[in-house]
């Protein structure tokens, strides 16, 4: 049995831009199997192991586990502390056919072909080479497995009504991602990542998230207005100088802004990837 060897020290600058502040669990928990990984289930079914690779609180995994139990899941993460909660909503929800470990998507700590699906979902976008992630990612997926992978793609964020200050959010989010080592436009990128990783049979797909209406629109602006001032992204951004403490201010006060609009919508297109390994 195969193991990766020890990251280099390029994989390790990538810094997670967006960290675990309570503004980034609020939307990463909000997400489920159906709403961000539709794509993938026509490929799941019972029996199946999975790894979950970068699974944050948890709320997918849960998802995934449920779908394939009495299969396993594996799910992972690069901090200890976010794997607390994905522990505790497995526990909530009664499975248990779940274990998680802290891993680096670069090393996986796992023999060669000893899963049937290994996904993830916005995680190649913040890891310092996506395309080791990928190779490492099919090492240990089984022959006749998949590799499934679903990343935004912010240079196609499109909202209404336009807000020159949201024009500039998107700009510093872009300029602050990449200087921790991310690609931000990661969706558009898969299908070229998943080539160079030596994938061959590529099924490419896009999906979107969309926003509107007053809770929604109420929840996502007033997400992203309490990441820009309080959370990891925002100290990065300061200490990083990408913008002031003011400049981020009259950003988080623009998203409340453009949220109390009646007529206010966003979209959130995704790049999702499905790999069949030979």
Not at 32 to 41: F, G, K, P
Not at 79 to 91: H, I, M, P
Not at 251 to 266: H, L, S, T, Y
Request: charged share 25%; proline share 4%; aromatic share 8%.
């Amino acid at each position: 049995m195969t193991h990766a060897s020890a990251p280099s020290a390029a994989h390790e600058t990538a810094v997670y831009t967006h960290g675990h502040h309570e503004s980034v669990l609020r939307s990463h928990s909000w997400r489920t199997a159906a709403n961000s990984a539709a794509y993938l289930l026509p490929e799941l079914r019972a029996g199946l192991d999975v790894l979950d690779v970068g699974c944050g609180p948890g709320t997918i995994t849960a998802d995934l586990a449920a779908l394939v139990a009495p299969g396993r899941v594996t799910a992972v993460d690069a901090a200890e502390d976010v794997l607390d909660k994905a522990r505790v909503v497995a526990t909530e929800r009664g499975l248990e056919n779940v274990e998680f470990a802290v891993a680096d998507v670069h090393a996986l700590d796992f023999p060669d072909d000893s899963f049937d699906v290994v996904h993830a979902h916005q995680v190649l976008q913040h890891v310092g080479d996506p395309v080791q992630a990928l190779r490492e990612m099919r090492r240990v997926c089984r022959p006749g497995g998949v590799v499934a992978a679903r990343d935004s793609d912010y240079g196609a964020f499109a909202w209404f009504p336009e807000r020159p200050a949201l024009d500039g959010w998107l700009d510093l989010y872009h300029r602050v991602a990449r200087a921790n080592g991310g690609e931000p436009d990661a969706g558009r990128r898969l299908f070229s990542w998943a080539r160079e990783a030596g994938f061959t049979d590529i099924a490419t797909t896009a999906g979107t998230w969309c926003y509107a209406g007053p809770e929604e629109r109420a929840w996502w602006s007033g997400l992203w207005a309490d990441r820009t001032t309080a959370s990891v992204y925002a100290e990065l951004a300061v200490k990083g100088g990408h913008a002031t403490d003011a400049e981020l201010t009259a950003i988080a006060e623009a998203w409340r802004e453009w949220g109390e609009q009646e007529d206010a919508w966003f979209m959130v297109p995704h790049g999702e990837i499905v790999c069949r390994v030979s």
